[in-house]
């Protein structure tokens, strides 16, 4: 059947280029999308379940009386409801995503198949050990990797994320500075550029932080370092590659300066990507560094969680490795879950977490450094950050980049706001205005060391004909921000983001009367 | 390589751009010694069809849920998951996406938040929930610090019968922490009753306890909730198995201050133990006590309602070492797949689904007492129970898992060296067990024992 017999060819329009507003709210591809709740209940199903034979009750008398308040939706308008959800989402796939300190790069669909092979998602964390071997051998296979590119001898892989990475590292300092008798050393030493999570954590098991300055080269500043050790210190908490994207030169001297001293040296691995293969934190003196499968290792972000963040130790550190973890037994292996179970100088620390860690992001990362192997992963470190310094080459003339002439910098590039001064235009402008020009934008205001700070990573899954197009977008933006000031038009970063399904949201409003569920109109009404 | 896509020549392009003469130049701040010349001793890169054979060999030494007759839980239990729910989770626009710093270009990950922190207050029966927890046992490390930091006490009263990994967790992070908190852990036994109330004092600031239990029991907390805000003491409940909310009554209506649960009964399946996702929610007046993120609804420029993270003001980025906790992710993509399950489910499907788990622990339970030796010690219980056997657990699973069926948990693995537990197996059923299945198991049963 012929289609559009009736009608006639169309034509090109000028439409597009003014905003009208449209009846539904719909915005063509853009749908507007209510919550679940606003359905309420209609008695439809999503999911078709045998009938009950309604006979049973051994609930003790606790049996649920009354309605819970749920919303009742078919199959075809829930797969719909997401799917419409999804498109108001930027991700990796829909492109450049130059989060720094975050390394979304590609994310390869063939880990998603090989964490979906039933043997490693359809098994359950307390079947008999002996019929999980190939799971124990792919923990430990990935723990030998780990230690191998790291040239640490030992790994703690229980932890959820970066930051339980951290609070695992952190709490092996602790029982090994214990062990020594040595519970005077209550504090840790945490350079200004850190991530929050150093801090944080820190405090969470109750040592003081001391802030380290940085140096105008925006590296931790040795000699203020070396004037705050002392017998009360536990550690230094070091990111290397910072979060200026630098390399800390004098990350060994750091390293000796706190052995020296009695303490133990903390890397935070969220910038690991930046030197896999081509560095060994080992060799640099580090005790402990959490490694973020999620970044380094491609394991998928999905909207914030889940993570992974295996802890690699120096031999200090080993013995105090938390349960559970994986020993090569005899011909198979065996997972230690309680003390009493360990070997011979182990004396694991506690337990983080219910079961041996995720297993899923495991098989994922596996998958991933398996594909890329010892000299595809060399190469990921050495085009990230030949695709960070092309970005920051190509736009320090029109932008300012801080540390831009003290050398090159790693897998990141940190600008600041100098170049918006006098504009009119903050940090945050510029960044609503990359949306616009169809990018996620930088991470902004972190590092806390320069004034707006912009960091761009770019990673090494982008093609240079994709950052050229980037360098184009922020060029324009730069040199239109310039401009407009003198025009007086700085409406494009004013009013931005134009374009996006929800225009600039009201933050303020949100924390100061917190709606964090749906009520039901009679109810919201009543509370007003 | 295939992720790779840098051509050699556009490399040398880029290196003339920057005024570098080869890569090696772009790590001269990395020190000399430190520089590996050379690719470390791994092996090479590999293609897709490698790398799959090499991982389906492993994955094909593990005996999987779906084979056999199953019966495992403790924490962790094997339900069916709907196909959408595998289908949706793996949009790129969901699987790729980070966290949502620019709400503008992240409304789809903030709606679903807003509409899963809705679902969760809603089952628990509680005001508000967060954006999820790593898991349900990081969970209630967190209640019971947040617990800490509401009443400013220092002991937590933990039940016996919260899962002991649970427990385990719980003492770490309390070892280790700043306030000195002190963890009372009550005695392990499968039924008796266990007097919580009489361990409350002046400095406990809560008392935990997983419901149902450890060994199934199920429990009405009122009478130990109204003893704990007697004293000052907050009454913080864990579940393990999330699909039990459908048919109890909820936690916040039997007085709970802080619920936390294990939501991978809903869309996450099994995994070998994570990811998973926390659920965790409390009162409104502990609201700004909560740990990790939580998602808000606001209006954008024009008036449209739109989320947003919000009182990041709580949060390790602006509060550094003041900050609640040092939480960074949550769990978001198993968020998803819990909320998409959960919408699937309605409020029809929910409770069937927990009335046929139900169901199908009673009938579990009916089919093991025939056999002989074995007495069923749980009397309250939602879909999982504890049987005693005439020998050691551990033995009897082994052998069962030679007859092709994957029979429970020995309490021994839980509490190892307790005696008293030895002979004790804790059994799950859910509604993926069949009548074929039941019977399977109380026949390779009655074989082993006999």
Known sequence: MSMNNQGRPTHATQGGSEQILTFTGHRALVQEEDLIFDRGRSGKWGVDLPVPKGRANRLGGTARKGEIGLPDLSEPETVRHFVRLSQKNYSIDTGLFPLGSCTMKHNPRLNEKMARLPGFGDIHPLQPQETVQGAWELIDRLAHWLKTLTGMPAVAMSPKAGAHGELCGLMAIKAALQARGEKQRTRILVPESAHGTNPATAALIGYTVDTVPATDRGRVDLAALKAKLGPDVAAVMVTNPNTCGLFEDEVREIADAIHGAGGFFYCDGANYNAIVGRVRPGDLGVDAMHINLHKTFSTPHGGGGPGAGPVVFSQALAPFVPLPYVVADGDGFRNVEHSGEAGDGETPFGRLTAFHGQMGMFTRAMSYMMSHGSDGLRQVAEDAVLNANYVLAQLKDVMSAPFGDTGPCMHEALFDDEFLKGTGVTTLDFAKALIDEGYHPMTVYFPLVVHGAMLVEPTETESKETLDRFIYAMRSLALEAKAGNKEGKTDRFSGAPYLSPRSRLDETAAARKPVLKWTPPAAAQAAE | ?450
Do not use: W
């Open chain 2, 1 to 450: 390589m295939r992720y790779l896509p840098l051509t050699p020549g556009e490399r040398q392009q880029m290196l003339a751009a920057i005024g570098a003469r080869s890569i090696d130049d772009l790590f001269v701040d990395v020190p000399e010694a430190a520089r590996l010349k050379d690719p470390v001793d791994l092996p090479r890169f590999m293609g897709e069809m490698q790398v799959e054979r090499e991982l389906g060999a492993l994955a094909a030494k593990n005996m999987t849920a779906s084979s056999v007759p199953f019966f495992v839980g403790a924490g962790a239990y094997k339900h069916h998951v709907p196909a959408s729910v595998d289908h949706i989770i793996q949009r790129s626009e969901f699987l790729t996406s980070y966290t949502p710093y620019q709400p503008e270009i992240a409304q789809g990950t903030l709606q679903y938040l807003f509409e899963f922190q809705t679902q969760v207050a809603a089952i628990t029966g509680m005001d508000v929930a967060n954006a999820s927890m790593y898991d349900g046992s990081t969970g209630t490390g967190e209640a019971v610090l947040m617990a800490a930091r509401i009443t400013k006490r220092h002991k937590a009263v933990l039940s016996g019968r919260l899962h002991p990994h649970y427990a385990d967790v719980v003492r770490t992070v309390c070892g280790h922490a700043g306030a000195n908190l002190a963890v009372e852990i009550g005695g392990v036994h499968p039924t008796a009753p266990e007097d919580l109330a009489a361990r409350i004092d002046s400095d406990t600031s809560c008392v935990v306890v997983q419901n149902p239990d450890c060994f199934g029991n199920l429990a009405d907390l009122r009478a130990l909730a109204d003893a704990a805000h007697a004293k000052g003491a907050l009454l913080i409940v864990v579940v393990t198995e999330a699909v039990s909310l459908g048919l109890v009554t909820s936690h916040g209506a039997m007085g709970a201050d802080i619920v936390v649960a294990e939501g991978q009964s809903i869309g996450v399946g099994l995994q070998f133990g994570g990811p998973y996702v926390g659920l965790f929610a409390t009162r409104e007046k502990y609201m700004r006590q909560m740990p990790g993120r939580l998602c808000g609804q606001t209006v954008d420029g024009q008036g449209r309602r739109g989320f947003v993270l919000t009182l990041s003001t709580r949060e390790q980025h602006i509060r550094r070492e003041k900050a609640t906790s040092n939480i960074c992710t949550n769990s978001g993509l198993m968020c998803l797949a819990f909320t998409i399950h959960m919408t699937l489910l309605g409020e029809h499907g929910f409770q069937r689904l927990a009335q046929l788990n139900h169901e199908a622990a009673c009938d579990l339970a009916d089919a093991l007492a025939e056999v002989p030796g074995v007495e069923v010690l749980t009397r309250s219980y939602f879909n999982e129970f504890t049987v005693k056997l005439p020998k050691p657990a551990a033995a009897v699973v082994s052998a069962l898992v030679k007859k092709g069926v994957l029979g429970g948990v020995p309490a021994s693995r839980l509490y190892p060296g307790d005696k008293d537990v030895e002979n004790l197996l804790i059994v799950a059923a859910t509604e993926v067990n069949t009548d074929a299945c039941r019977a399977a198991f109380a026949a390779a049963l009655t074989e082993v024992l006999s």
